[in-house]
């Protein structure tokens, strides 16, 4: 494993000086599926803290502005994300760009927020009508590049939303149709209608199971965006390294949400252990590597972090490697 780190420590260590005169010089592109949509195989993910009104606007502002001057062309929200905050931000951010058919926005419906706050389901085909076009609203565009069913369950795919969806599509006002769902089953579901372009999923160097299913999404021509392809950093030795209240918002929600996960990730603290790459870098990079994958998408509010992680773009993994994590996976 030394020998491996040290070869790629020096590949990486010439391919950072080269990154240095241009940042957006390793963004790769690929095709979302068949849908003949091109996009950054990085995207970035419009949510969670960033989204709050906690944290400051122009900061997150700042962050979209950054990721669009490293070749990000996939940004990725949902209506009810951040307390419904999130979309309008991403708008905001966007705002100054009249053209933006050379990007491909991402939103969800489906998750909808009461007076008192609290989430609920509402998969009516009215809603999720008017949720497109609220969407469309705050995001100022004329098209949705794709757009989500958020977490639905089996008995949701009526046949009056089958046809709203449908007529969204042939409007013009979403370019392609997807379903963001972690359940095996609600997925097939998803795909059985005939209806749905996209699929994204849970997929990372913890999630490897993933690797059947993808498969046969693509082997259907179904396109797969990979959520959480950082496996929410739990093998970072920075995790319980808290230097703020940011810090302190994600080490909660992974103790709230992957407690078994976080000891489960130390078998993989060996990827933080290469000098010239970063182990989310290589987690990313693991992810990539698989080209049924067409885009992964991650969050952040550290602009620091945002640049480090979109250098993984155009990474190449060393085989034994690979084959290491594959393994442990």
Same mark, same amino acid.
């Given at each position: #494993? ?17 990154? /240095?005169?241009?940042? @957006?010089?390793?963004?790769? +592109? ?92 509402? /998969? ?75 699929? #994204?999923?849970? +997929? ?22 990979? @959520? ?21 918002? +994600? ?79």
């Amino acid at each position: #494993m030394t020998k491996i780190r040290r070869n790629f420590d020096k590949i990486q260590l010439f391919r950072s000086r080269i990154l /240095f005169l241009g940042q @957006a010089l390793f963004m790769q +592109y690929r095709y979302l599926g068949t849908t003949g949509i091109k996009i950054s195989e990085i995207g970035l993910g419009c949510a969670s803290y960033w989204g709050k009104k906690i944290f400051n606007q122009n900061t997150a502002i700042n962050i979209v502005h950054q990721a669009l001057d490293q070749g990000v062309s996939f940004f990725d929200t949902g209506h009810s994300y951040s307390g419904g905050n999130a979309e309008s931000r991403l708008g905001k951010a966007i705002c100054h760009i009249g053209d933006k058919s050379h990007l491909c926005l991402s939103s969800k419906a489906g998750t909808r927020i009461a007076n008192n706050g609290k989430l609920f389901k509402d /998969f009516s085909a009215d809603w999720i009508k008017k949720s497109c076009h609220q969407s469309l609203k705050n995001l100022r565009a004329d098209a949705l590049g794709v757009f989500h069913l958020h977490g639905p369950n089996p008995e949701d795919f009526t046949d009056k939303l089958l046809t709203t969806l449908s007529q969204l599509k042939q409007n013009g006002e979403v370019r392609s149709l997807a379903v963001n769902a972690f359940d095996d089953h609600i997925i097939k579901t998803a795909v059985d209608t005939g209806v749905f372009d996209c699929i #994204m999923l849970d +997929y990372n160097i913890m999630r490897q199971d993933r690797n059947i299913l993808i498969k046969q999404l693509y082997d259907k021509k179904i396109a797969v965006l990979a @959520a959480a392809p950082l496996a929410g950093s739990l093998y970072s030795n920075k995790l319980f390294k808290l230097t703020g209240p940011k810090d302190l918002w +994600y080490l909660a929600r992974a103790l709230k949400n992957s407690p078994k996960k976080i000891i489960q990730a130390r078998k993989f603290k060996f990827i933080n252990k290469f000098k010239h790459t970063s182990g989310s870098q290589i987690a990313l990079g693991f992810v990539l590597q698989n080209p049924k994958i067409s885009c992964a998408v991650f969050g952040t509010t550290n602009p620091k972090h945002l640049s480090e992680n979109l250098q993984a773009s155009g990474i190449k993994l060393p085989a034994e490697l690979l084959h290491k994590i594959s393994a442990l996976g």
